[in-house]
């Protein structure tokens, strides 16, 4: 197994290791500890008789040796402490992380500028409904993804990778992207041009745009040297909802699935490419940069 899909399933791993270590705790709780406690009574009682002989001959009782002993009769084996000091911390991260919030590291420039590679940030793992780990089926309903959250979910080509977009459909929606242009049922979308984007890294310059979706406003990235049309997609499931020609394409999104495209609309796989993302593969909604290590000033809600 390589190192990303490793990481693709921590949370298997994390669910192992909790229900390892909560095992051998209780095992110790309820059992291996009675045990310790009958053998140092028991010792400790020859210990006491003892004493009680020396005592009646004359001798000063041990009371420093009898403290010593019962700490070493009554010490955990080296596994069951570490494993008993481990599990309510790993137990906690592990609810935590699979209820609460999650992080997640951006490792590519397709959200920019909303997202900067190095942006550590937090998902909130309810907004989108209470899930079961490790099989991630939804058990309890809360709200729904809307268009224009930034939205983490399962690649739907690798499920052991965790991708991050911007939801611009939801079940239903008449997806049109003509000339760089989202209109959505009909409704083309609020664009304001801002100034020229620089890539630092690269040194190029792209446009910038303010653009409104469902009432949230974000800045979107075009390059003009890329062309309109959209290269090669996949031969997705429901790909037949799904026209594409030279000014772009158009989807109908289908029930339980939405559609993602990133903010960086030239440099960036996403629904246009490989297709719809189902329900099942959420895994929660964005909304905090708390750490970017090459810049400090990038913590805090992008939303």
Same mark, same amino acid.
């Given at each position: 197994?390589?190192?990303?899909?490793?990481?693709?399933?921590?949370?298997?791993?994390?669910?192992?290791?909790?229900?390892?270590?909560?095992?051998?705790?209780?095992?110790?709780?309820?059992?291996?500890?009675?045990?310790?406690?009958?053998?140092?009574?028991?010792?400790?009682?020859?210990?006491?008789?003892?004493?009680?002989?020396?005592?009646?001959?004359?001798?000063?009782?041990?009371?420093?040796?009898?403290?010593?002993?019962?700490?070493?009769?009554?010490?955990?084996?080296?596994?069951?402490?570490?494993?008993?000091?481990?599990?309510?911390?790993?137990?906690?991260?592990?609810?935590?992380?699979?209820?609460?919030?999650?992080?997640?590291?951006?490792?590519?420039?397709?959200?920019?500028?909303?997202?900067?590679?190095?942006?550590?940030?937090?998902?909130?793992?309810?907004?989108?409904?209470? *899930? #079961?780990? %490790?099989?991630? $089926?939804?058990?309890?309903?809360?709200?729904? &993804?809307?268009?224009? !959250?930034?939205?983490?979910?399962?690649?739907?080509?690798?499920?052991?990778?965790?991708?991050?977009?911007?939801?611009?459909?939801?079940?239903?929606?008449?997806?049109?992207?003509?000339?760089? *242009? #989202?209109? %959505?049922?009909? $409704?083309?979308?609020?664009?304001?041009?801002? &100034?020229?984007?620089? !890539?630092?890294?690269?040194?190029?310059?792209?446009?910038?745009?303010?653009?409104?979706?469902?009432?949230?406003?974000?800045?979107?990235?075009?390059?003009?040297?890329?062309?309109?049309?959209?290269?090669?997609?996949?031969?997705?499931?429901?790909?037949?909802?799904?026209?594409?020609?030279?000014?772009?394409?158009?989807?109908?999104?289908?029930?339980?699935?939405?559609?993602?495209?990133?903010?960086?609309?030239?440099?960036?796989?996403?629904?246009?490419?490989?297709?719809?993302?189902?329900?099942?593969?959420?895994?929660?909604?964005?909304?905090?940069?708390?750490?970017?290590?090459?810049?400090?000033?990038?913590?805090?809600?992008?939303?």
């Amino acid at each position: 197994m390589n190192l990303q899909a490793l990481l693709g399933n921590f949370a298997l791993i994390l669910f192992i290791l909790t229900v390892a270590t909560g095992v051998i705790w209780c095992l110790d709780v309820f059992y291996l500890s009675k045990q310790r406690r009958a053998r140092a009574d028991a010792v400790l009682a020859e210990f006491d008789a003892r004493n009680a002989r020396l005592v009646a001959e004359g001798v000063p009782q041990d009371v420093n040796g009898r403290s010593a002993l019962a700490a070493k009769l009554m010490r955990q084996p080296t596994w069951v402490e570490y494993s008993g000091s481990f599990f309510p911390v790993i137990a906690l991260v592990f609810v935590l992380r699979s209820f609460l919030f999650e992080p997640f590291k951006i490792p590519s420039s397709s959200m920019v500028p909303t997202l900067q590679i190095g942006d550590l940030i937090l998902v909130n793992k309810f907004t989108y409904g209470i *899930r #079961l780990p %490790i099989v991630n $089926k939804k058990i309890i309903e809360v709200n729904n &993804p809307q268009r224009g !959250d930034v939205m983490v979910f399962k690649y739907p080509r690798d499920t052991s990778l965790d991708y991050i977009k911007r939801v611009v459909g939801v079940p239903g929606d008449k997806i049109v992207y003509r000339n760089k *242009r #989202l209109t %959505i049922n009909g $409704k083309e979308l609020s664009y304001q041009q801002l &100034p020229d984007y620089l !890539d630092e890294e690269r040194l190029t310059y792209s446009k910038q745009y303010q653009e409104i979706i469902n009432g949230v406003t974000h800045r979107i990235l075009n390059d003009e040297r890329a062309p309109a049309y959209v290269p090669n997609p996949d031969d997705f499931p429901q790909r037949n909802l799904c026209s594409y020609n030279s000014e772009g394409f158009a989807c109908t999104v289908p029930p339980g699935h939405y559609f993602m495209m990133g903010d960086n609309r030239d440099n960036s796989l996403d629904s246009r490419y490989w297709g719809f993302v189902p329900d099942e593969y959420i895994v929660g909604k964005a909304f905090f940069v708390w750490m970017n290590l090459g810049n400090l000033k990038r913590i805090g809600s992008f939303q």
